[in-house]
C-alpha cells in the first residue's frame, strides 16, 4: 500500500495472508484493502473467525468476480466499503489499533481494527517461465484444457496460470489434472 505505519506495524497486525495470519485474529474486528478476488476471498476467510471484516477498496464496486461479490454480501461480518482509499495505519507498542481511511470527499475515517490485510494488486510468478511461453494480459501463463502451456513439457497449475480460480481447493483441483495427464503421457 505504501502508506505510514504499514511496514512499522508488518507483522504486528499488517498481513498479506488471511490463511497464514488469520487465526491471529480471532474475535477481532479487521480491515482488508482491495476489491479484487484475493481480497474478497481473504474477507470470506477472515469471517470465520473474526468479530468483523471491513473491506475498503477505491472503486465504486469490487472488481471480483460475481461469485465472491455475492458470498460476500451475503455474509453477516463483512462490510464493503467502496470509495476509500487507506491513508495509514495506526497502532501503539502491541500492535494495530485502527486503520485511517480517505473518502472521495476527502474526508477521513478510521475504524477500529486489530489487523489489516494489505491485498490489492497481486501479479503473477511466471517469471520462472521461458520468455516464449504465451502470458495473458495481466502475465498469467496461458494453458490449454490439460494445463499445459505451449511449451511441450510444461504445466500451470494455480495462481500463475491464467483463468485460475481462486482457492486452494482450484489449485489442488489443477494439480490432480496435471498430475494425470503427465502420468498418462510416461
Not at 497464514?20 to 476471498?41: P, S, T
Not at 511461453?133 to 501463463?141: K, N
Amino acid at each position: 500500500l505504501g502508506v505510514p505505519g504499514e511496514t512499522e506495524f508488518a507483522g504486528r497486525g499488517v498481513s498479506t495472508c488471511a490463511d497464514c495470519d488469520g487465526l491471529m485474529f480471532e474475535g477481532a474486528d479487521v480491515v482488508v484493502a482491495g476489491g479484487g478476488n484475493w481480497a474478497l476471498q481473504d474477507a470470506l476467510l477472515l469471517a470465520r473467525d473474526c468479530s468483523s471484516v471491513r473491506v475498503v477498496h477505491e472503486g465504486d464496486e469490487p472488481s471480483a468476480c460475481g461469485e465472491y461479490i455475492a458470498r460476500v454480501r451475503a455474509e453477516p461480518k463483512i462490510r464493503v466499503h467502496p470509495g476509500l482509499t487507506i491513508q495509514e495505519i495506526l497502532g501503539n507498542d502491541t500492535g494495530v489499533t485502527a486503520v485511517r481511511t480517505r473518502d472521495t470527499r476527502g474526508d477521513l475515517h478510521d475504524f477500529p481494527a486489530a489487523g489489516l490485510f494489505a491485498l490489492v494488486g497481486l501479479e503473477p510468478n511466471s517469471a520462472f517461465a521461458p520468455g516464449e511461453v504465451r502470458r495473458d494480459d495481466e502475465g498469467y501463463l496461458v494453458v490449454n484444457d490439460e494445463l499445459e502451456t505451449d511449451l511441450p513439457g510444461l504445466w500451470a497449475i494455480g495462481q500463475v496460470r491464467s483463468g485460475f480460480g481462486g482457492w486452494l481447493s482450484d489449485a489442488v483441483t489443477d494439480a490432480r489434472l496435471a498430475a494425470k495427464v503427465v502420468k498418462a503421457r510416461l
